[in-house]
Each structure stands twice: as C-alpha cells, then as structure tokens.
C-alpha cells in the first residue's frame, strides 16, 4: 500500500488544494470528511492527518466537528486554520471570536527554529490568512513556535504527540514557501519517503485493472479528450485485446479530430478501435433545430443510442471503463457560507443511463487532472492529446449559433482550424484554458478585391480559467489578432469579419450555447 496522508475536509475552499500539494511531495494524499470515524482512518494506516481550514466558527451551531478519536490515532496531525481551533476545542484551550478578520497578506515570525515545520526555512515568511477565530489559550502540551502581527499562537506546536497548527494557509500561492512547510510535516514529521509519482502509479494500477477484469472484456468510450485517452491507453497497457475503445463520430468534431484518433490509438498503440460513423444520425437529428437547450438535449441522447448500439456491435462485455476523475468522486461539504462547495458541474458528462449493465473500470479515480496528464505522458501519450484543451461533448454544435449544417460546420472547421494553428504557433495554446473560434450566422457587407461581399462573422475566443467555473478573457497580442482575422477571412471562404471576444465568465458563458 502507498503511503499517505489524509486530509479531513471541513469544508475549505482550499481542501484539494492541500491534497496536491502533497501528492507534489510525491506522497500519496486522501480527502475524506470531517467527520469520518477515526477507526476508519486507522484502517488506511496513514502516515500523518491534516485537518483542513473551513468557512465555520468552532462554537456555530451544526459546525462541521471530527471524531475526538482522531487525536489518538498516534500519528502527527496538522491543522490548518479552523484546524487549529479544533485542537483548542477538544483539547482543552479556549477559542474565542476574533475582533476583526485576519485576510489577507501577513508576514510570519518564526520564533522556536527548532520546529520541524519551518526546518530550512528563513524567521520571517510572507503568509496568507483567512480567519475569524482566534486561539486565546493553548491546550496543554502545546507552545508557540511563529507569531504575526495580530496573532500569538499563528504556529503551535505540541513537539511530544507532533501536533501542529497553522493559523495561515501554507497551501495557496500567496504562502511562497508554504509547500516547504508541507514538505516537512509530510516528509521530516511524518516520515514520508515519496514514491508516489506516475512511473511507480502505472505498475500499481496495471496490476488492480488485471485483478478487477480477469479475463473478461472491456469497453471504453473514447472522446478523443485527455481523460478518456489516458485511461484507454492504461487499460490497454494492462490488458490488451481485451479492451475495445469506441469512438464515435458525431459529425461535429474538429478538423482532423477523428484522424488523430485513429492514427494514435489504432496504429500506433494498436488498441481496438471501433469507429462509429454517426454523422449522419446527428446532423439529420439536429436540422432546424435553434434553441440551444434542445441541440444539448438531442445530441445527449443520440449519444446514448448511438453507443448503446456500438456497444451491442462490440460483442459481450462484463466492464464499461470511465475516465472518472478524483474531483468527481470527493463527497463534497455542503457547508453554510461556502458556496465553493455547493457548486457543482452543470454538464453532461458520462451520463450513460444506468440500465446499461455494465461494472465500472475507473482507473483514474484518485487522480487530478495534472496527475492524468503526467500519466499520459508516462504512457507515451503524444502533446497533442495530453495538453490538449477542453472540448465539449456537444462539440462544434455548441458553437455555431443557431442551426446547425454541414456548410456552417465546414466554414467553422476552417476557421478553428486557423485559431489552433496560430494559437500554437505563438506558443499560447498550451498556456491558456480555450481558444476557438465561433461561428455566428449573421451576414455583414464586405468588400474584397473588387466584390462586394455578405457573409458570416467568426468570433475568436480566448479564456483562461481554472476549471471552468469563471473565466477571464486573453488580452491576446494584436499582431496575433491581426493574422488570425486575415487568416480567416482570407483562406475561409464564406466569412468576411472577425471580432474578438472579450467577455469573462461570468457573466458570459465560455462556449456560446
Ligand atoms: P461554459 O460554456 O458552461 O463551459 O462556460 C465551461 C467549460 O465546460 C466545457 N463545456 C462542456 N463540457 N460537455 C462537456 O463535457 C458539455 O456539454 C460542455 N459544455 C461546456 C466548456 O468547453 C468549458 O471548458
């Protein structure tokens, strides 16, 4: 088994945030809840607990409390800002509501340089804190090891049970060395060696997709995109001829979209690729069709039809695989005043109705997304599919306003075909969340050479984001803009202008419909 750290989540905005950081460590990291049984916890053998920040005060009503257990557990606990209040609660000092909130940038003064957390690490330390409550009394055991201004007990320490506390969030960005400080709990306090990384994951998961499957079948849905791609390429590593990928083409993907597809998983992993040419079924369903709820609606349950078909055609299979992410799977806190946790993806995605009877493969599940794309790259996954940018399931549909048909698909296919190449080019595409182009089905007049002309407009997009939920627009370049207008209006028959996107998310959506 790997060794790791378990993250009891109360509900921070910041709970994965920590469990990245330790993975980066190279150390395995599970987000369980707050009030998961400490027996539980004890049967995963971690090395060390960290409690993470959350939105509550201790003393508010239905505030998110653990098992008083995981204190005994004999292994080192961190605690992270209302981390370090529960140590005040259930071990007997006194939490008292701040005057005012401490937000915002600080500098920490290490005082006791003997403490294991700070090893290596300068007396003063520029820190991010988000607090209300204030530890006024430290429970016995424990002593203070960094001051801030506003703050006596901003680290604590009880050095005999290695209990820690953090009243800053050593965790985010604005904490430069706050993965140093989690480097040392997890490797100088808890011991943790480090060999979590994609190369050792590959073997482990290799050998549970061969216990799981035995020697039945295998079906996967391949979209192309990296999740997908990633666990074909790892489930094929495992188990070969077993596994058959099917890839469906809706007719609304990009140009050369199912090209690649072919050419990496048919000839060059060799896995079993069955193709499924539903261009026709797609577009027939979707003509003059307008409302953009009802375009997502018919091309979700094509979708289903058109793969529950495929999967028939496959032969008999016992598994579907999934490119199910670790995000997907955390049960998340619904906490009050943390709406963070609450929001949830709006989107379609693997939603395969149920009467399918299928038992999962979901060999990505305890993985985040920066994981999968290492994992690619250690499977010999090329660039192009494993930094590839998100594309939705919908497809190019979702990107011509109004109806969709084979001519508007063609032009828009040109003219993002342009976008990705310039955006490569200038080294971008690989940095930024999305850039593509749209296409709106209004005609403006034109002139080129001597003719006057009435055409389509492409919009270009350029997002950067996170993970979708807001987005900003990219100031890109003007030279850039400039070759991507004269591109497109040049080489794409059928559009004579371009205009450039510059609304963020929200209030603007990042695909048009
Ligand atoms: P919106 O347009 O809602 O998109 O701002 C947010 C992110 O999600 C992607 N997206 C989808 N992904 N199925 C998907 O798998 C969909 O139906 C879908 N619609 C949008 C979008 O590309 C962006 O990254």
Not at 338 to 359: E, R, T, W, Y
Not at 445 to 467: C, H, L, N, P, W
Request: contains cysteine.
């Amino acid at each position: 088994m790997n060794e790791q750290i378990v993250i009891l989540d109360f509900g921070s905005q910041y709970t994965q945030v920590i469990a990245r950081r330790i993975r980066e460590c190279k150390v395995y990291s599970t987000i369980l809840r707050y009030d998961t049984p400490a027996a539980k916890i004890d049967a995963l053998a971690p090395s060390g607990l960290i409690l993470s920040g959350g939105p509550a005060s201790v003393y508010a009503k239905g505030a998110p409390l653990p098992d008083a257990g995981i204190f005994e557990l004999g292994i080192p606990v961190l605690g992270i800002c209302y981390g370090v209040q529960l140590f005040g609660q259930f071990l007997g000092g006194k939490v008292e509501p701040g005057q005012k909130r401490e937000y915002g940038k600080g500098t920490l003064t290490v005082r006791d340089a003997a403490c294991a957390l700070f090893r290596g690490l300068p007396a003063a330390l520029q820190v991010w804190n988000s607090h209300g409550d204030r530890l006024t009394k430290l429970p016995a055991g424990f002593a203070p090891v960094a001051t801030t201004d506003n703050s006596t007990y901003a680290a604590i320490e009880d050095r005999k049970r290695k209990f820690f506390g953090l009243q800053f969030h050593p965790e985010v960005v604005h904490t430069p060395r706050g993965k140093e400080i989690l480097a040392n709990f997890v490797h100088a306090i808890c011991g943790c060696g480090g060999n979590w990384t994609m190369h050792n994951y590959v073997e482990q998961a290799v050998a549970e997709i061969r216990a799981q499957v035995g020697g039945e079948r295998v079906i996967l849905g391949l979209s192309g995109g990296v999740d997908s791609s990633v666990a074909a390429a790892l489930i094929h590593k495992a188990i070969g001829g077993q596994l058959t990928a099917i890839f469906v083409n809706n007719g609304l993907l990009r140009a050369r979209e199912a090209e690649v597809v072919r050419e990496v998983f048919g000839r060059h992993f060799r896995i079993k690729l069955q193709y499924e040419d539903a261009t026709k079924p797609f577009l027939s369903k979707l003509r003059r069709v307008t409302d953009p709820e009802r375009k997502r609606k018919i091309i979700g349950r094509t979708f289903i039809e058109v793969f529950d078909a495929a999967t028939k055609r496959a032969g008999k299979a016992k598994f579907l695989a999934q490119g199910t992410l670790y995000p997907d799977v955390i049960e998340s806190v619904p906490i009050a005043g943390n709406p963070a946790a609450l929001i949830k993806s709006h989107h379609n995605v693997g939603g395969l109705p149920k009467k399918m009877k299928f038992q999962l493969v979901e060999p990505l599940k305890c993985l985040f997304k920066d994981e999968v794309r290492l994992l690619g790259k250690e499977l010999g996954l090329p660039d192009e599919i494993v930094h590839r940018q998100p594309f939705p399931g919908p497809g190019l549909a979702v990107r011509i306003l109004g109806e969709v048909t084979p001519k508007r698909l063609d032009i828009l296919r040109r003219a993002d075909a342009i976008v990705v190449e310039e955006m490569k080019a200038s080294g971008l595409y690989y940095k930024i969340w999305q850039s593509f182009a749209v296409l709106l089905p209004v005609r403006s007049v034109g002139v080129m050479g001597d003719e006057r002309t009435y055409d389509f407009t492409i919009a270009i997009r350029a997002v950067e984001s996170q993970d979708g939920m807001t987005a900003d627009w990219v100031k890109l370049p003007y030279d850039l803009l400039e070759k991507l207008a004269n591109r497109i209006i040049n080489e794409v028959k059928g559009v004579n202008r371009c205009v450039f996107d510059i609304t963020s998310k929200p209030p603007g959506t990042i695909e048009w419909e």
